[in-house]
């Protein structure tokens, strides 16, 4: 990092070092723009069929549908950046640009874990009290929930660029990839660990507290489904949860393998740190759509009538 001794006003932009020991980075930026293309048509299909087919406006596919916005947020805060940078060679952003990335990176990061966890409460619900199912969770009751969701992820990560902007920034160069709150610290003039510190303690609870209540709400389904006699009832409750599974590994696997190699010292190199940040991003986001399209018989339907459509009109 290059020290520039002059205070924030000064600091227009920040330059972004990141991929500067990439090899081919036209090659990896062109990879990075099909990937995040595909996330954004996918996920966006996935909200379109739910939205338009009424057959799909169940609580379950809202659901769905919340999961499809909040995976375009998250990729949508940190891709175009890292694209440019790739592509276009583009390597800065002024520093309002800078903080509304930050919020809106960490907001989908939070977003991601409290969408998941709100369909294993949906899970639970529809394996346990079956019968209630439709009573207990209305369509107007997951719309409210997941608005509630959203201001309380917002509300959360307001802390972060409240905490950063009025900290004095003395570093226009930064070795990462686009703004996240590390990115913004780490360029300010203070020591950045007692800062880190207290995002640790809320990201610990965040993390932790999401996982513990989805692992708890498989532990009530897995005793459910024990109790069950009918073999073919266990088997619909299995295929039930089978795709909300996947998703919870995709997201909840990387992020527990990089805390446990922390912790007994392994010790990651910057390209290695961030190619486990990209793959955080774009996994889940590039796995979640297809796996909801192509599990969930509604939409795979719908998809193969469109599909079936437009053949048909080319003859």
């Not at 952003?93 to 930050?102: D, G, K, L, N, T």
């Amino acid at each position: 990092m290059s020290v520039q001794n002059i205070s924030r006003q000064a600091i227009t932009e920040f330059v972004f070092r990141g991929f500067d020991s990439v090899q081919s980075p036209l090659v990896v930026g062109v990879v990075l723009l099909i990937l995040y293309i595909f996330v954004v048509i996918t996920n966006t299909a996935n909200i379109y069929f739910v939205v338009m087919d009424k057959h799909l406006h169940q609580p379950m596919y809202l659901f769905i549908c919340n999961l499809a916005i909040v995976d375009i947020v998250f990729c949508t805060s940190a891709c175009p950046t890292m694209i440019g940078i790739l592509v276009v060679g583009y390597k800065s952003i002024s520093y309002a640009p800078c903080i509304v990335q930050m919020f809106f990176f960490h907001v989908g990061t939070v977003m991601e874990m409290f969408a998941i966890s709100v369909m294993a409460f949906d899970r639970f619900i529809a394996i346990s009290s079956p019968l209630r199912y439709n009573s207990i969770l209305t369509n107007v009751r997951c719309v409210l929930i997941s608005i509630a969701l959203w201001l309380a992820g917002s509300a959360i990560m307001a802390m972060l660029p409240a905490t950063v902007v009025p900290l004095q920034v003395c570093y226009s160069t930064v070795k990462y990839m686009f703004c996240d709150y590390a990115t913004v610290t780490r360029a300010t003039c203070v020591d950045p660990e007692p800062y880190f510190n207290k995002v640790s303690i809320l990201t610990t609870v965040l993390f932790f507290g999401t996982f513990s209540f989805i692992c708890l709400s498989y532990i009530k389904i897995v005793i459910v489904v024990v109790r069950m006699s009918s073999q073919s009832d266990k088997k619909k409750a299995f295929n039930t949860c089978f795709s909300h599974l996947i998703v919870i590994t995709c997201y909840y696997v990387p992020t527990i393998i990089l805390i446990v190699l922390t912790r007994i010292g392994v010790v990651l190199t910057l390209e290695e740190r961030n190619g486990l940040m990209v793959g955080s991003i774009l996994g889940p986001s590039l796995i979640n759509p297809f796996i909801y399209c192509f599990r969930s018989k509604e939409i795979r339907n719908k998809l193969f009538n469109i599909l079936s459509k437009t053949e048909l009109a080319k003859k």
